[in-house]
């Protein structure tokens, strides 16, 4: 694994070529970096956040949420929604969707200090990322939410 020199930056402008190489072949439980900065633009509480190598290579894409769909998920309002989660088919199983999880909470209170909690839905049927999110700090809650893709798994930590 090659992780030195990996950090966590919030998306802006500069990032669009690298991005524009992301490759991401299966969306059957996640949206394209593309869609999501577009709805980014759209709305302020929608945060793309990248993984980034000192290479400025992208392993890993993710949101921060904290409009009020995480409140099918919590009823905390000191909390945020992950979405969007993906990694880029070159960088599977090489670690890099494990570390981003790993520095995301000192990211996020780095950058929101008032947000304690992160919360995230798992479509039931997705278990490889059932299993990266409980080997990261996840607990998955035993309530559960009727996704657009059917029955998702509730996940939290706490910050």
Same mark, same amino acid.
């Given at each position: ?5 990996v950090?966590?930056l ?12 992301y490759q ?5 439980f996640?949206?394209t ?5 577009r709805?980014s633009?759209?709305s302020d509480?929608y945060h793309? +956040? %990248?993984? #980034? ?8 894409? &993710?949101?921060?949420d904290?409009g009020?769909? /995480? ?13 969007s ?10 670690g890099f969707?494990?570390l981003?999880l ?16 992160? +919360? %995230?839905? #798992?479509n039931a ?6 299993k &990266?999110y409980?080997g990261?700090?996840?607990? /998955?809650?035993?309530e ?11 996940y939290h930590?706490?910050?």
């Open positions: 694994m090659e992780h030195d020199d950090s966590l919030a998306y802006n402008p500069t990032f669009d070529k690298a991005l524009g190489n991401l072949s299966d969306l059957s996640t949206g970096p593309e869609h999501a900065i709805a633009r759209l509480e793309p +956040v %990248l993984l #980034v190598t000192g290479r400025g290579e992208i392993p890993t894409f &993710l949101v921060l904290y009020d769909d /995480k409140y099918r998920y919590t009823k905390r309002s000191d909390s945020m929604l992950i979405r989660f993906s990694t880029d088919d070159r960088f599977h199983r090489r969707a494990h981003a790993t520095l995301l909470p000192d990211y996020v209170h780095t950058s929101y200090e008032n947000i304690h909690e992160l +919360v %995230l839905g #798992v049927a997705n278990r490889p990322a059932q &990266l409980e990261s700090g996840f607990v /998955k809650l035993p559960t939410y009727q996704g657009p893709k059917g029955k998702q798994f509730i930590q706490v910050l």
